[in-house]
């Protein structure tokens, strides 16, 4: 059995176009709210809550955040990751359909992780993992190792795809193979998988 695992942002979901409207909710110019919507980033993905990370933008950018305000910048943000890609999404498709087994591997909240899994897409996956729920981000060992654990395979027997080369470093550091997600044309070259039924290339 060899898994193909795949990451989320910018490679099944295209990157957000929500940070124009939510820099208006903060009352802030785009180029001063970007840089605080990441700052703040790494700690959400690790498990913090939603409104701990909404209140730490607010902090500074001089705005309030409640309950209540926090729910709505949490939805406008997961509405902001929402655009999947046709052909990635085709490509998942015709794995699962063959019979190859597939896993998700997402530096993402619990809150877009609870999104994640009510899409119809994610049915292609056998496991969806979060780093928000795990409370480690990739591309630390740990978060690797608890991969393998729940797909209960040596990470020879994986290929991870991540836009991110820092994230491909630390997955062939723990073992598995893995390669920088170049869009699904190159995805397919890489697994030589040019139809629904094809060779992966550590079979």
């Given at each position: 059995?060899?898994?193909?695992?795949?990451?989320?942002?910018?490679?099944?979901?295209?990157?957000?176009?929500?940070?124009?409207?939510?820099?208006?909710?903060f009352?802030?110019?785009?180029?001063?709210?970007?840089?605080?919507?990441?700052?703040?980033?790494?700690?959400?993905?690790?498990g913090?809550?939603?409104?701990?990370?909404?209140?730490?933008?607010?902090?500074?950018?001089?705005?309030?955040?409640?309950?209540?305000?926090?729910?709505?910048?949490?939805?406008?943000?997961?509405?902001?990751?929402?655009?999947?890609?046709?052909?990635?999404?085709?490509?998942?498709?015709?794995?699962?359909?063959?019979?190859?087994?597939?896993?998700?591997?997402?530096?993402?909240?619990?809150?877009?992780?609870?999104?994640?899994?009510?899409?119809?897409?994610?049915?292609?996956?056998?496991?969806?993992?979060?780093?928000?729920?795990?409370?480690?981000?990739?591309p630390?060992?740990?978060?690797?190792?608890?991969?393998?654990?729940?797909?209960?395979?040596?990470?020879?027997?994986?290929?991870?795809f991540?836009?991110?080369?820092?994230?491909?470093?630390?997955?062939?550091a723990?073992?598995?193979?893995?390669?920088?997600?170049?869009?699904?044309?190159?995805?397919?070259?890489?697994?030589?998988?040019?139809?629904?039924?094809?060779?992966?290339?550590?079979?």
């Amino acid at each position: 059995m060899n898994w193909v695992v795949f990451d989320f942002g910018e490679v099944i979901v295209q990157r957000t176009e929500a940070l124009p409207e939510l820099a208006t909710r903060f009352g802030a110019s785009l180029g001063d709210f970007e840089p605080v919507y990441w700052k703040y980033r790494d700690e959400f993905d690790a498990g913090g809550s939603d409104l701990e990370y909404w209140r730490a933008i607010g902090a500074e950018l001089g705005s309030e955040v409640d309950d209540t305000r926090s729910a709505e910048l949490t939805a406008l943000d997961i509405e902001g990751w929402s655009r999947t890609d046709p052909e990635t999404l085709a490509l998942l498709a015709e794995l699962d359909e063959a019979g190859v087994p597939l896993a998700l591997l997402s530096n993402a909240s619990s809150s877009m992780g609870r999104w994640v899994e009510a899409q119809g897409w994610a049915r292609h996956f056998r496991h969806l993992i979060f780093s928000g729920d795990l409370g480690v981000l990739k591309p630390d060992a740990a978060i690797f190792a608890a991969l393998l654990d729940r797909l209960g395979a040596p990470g020879e027997e994986c290929l991870f795809f991540d836009d991110r080369q820092t994230n491909v470093d630390g997955a062939i550091a723990a073992g598995l193979h893995a390669e920088r997600w170049i869009g699904s044309a190159g995805a397919r070259s890489q697994l030589g998988w040019k139809s629904a039924a094809g060779p992966l290339p550590f079979s």
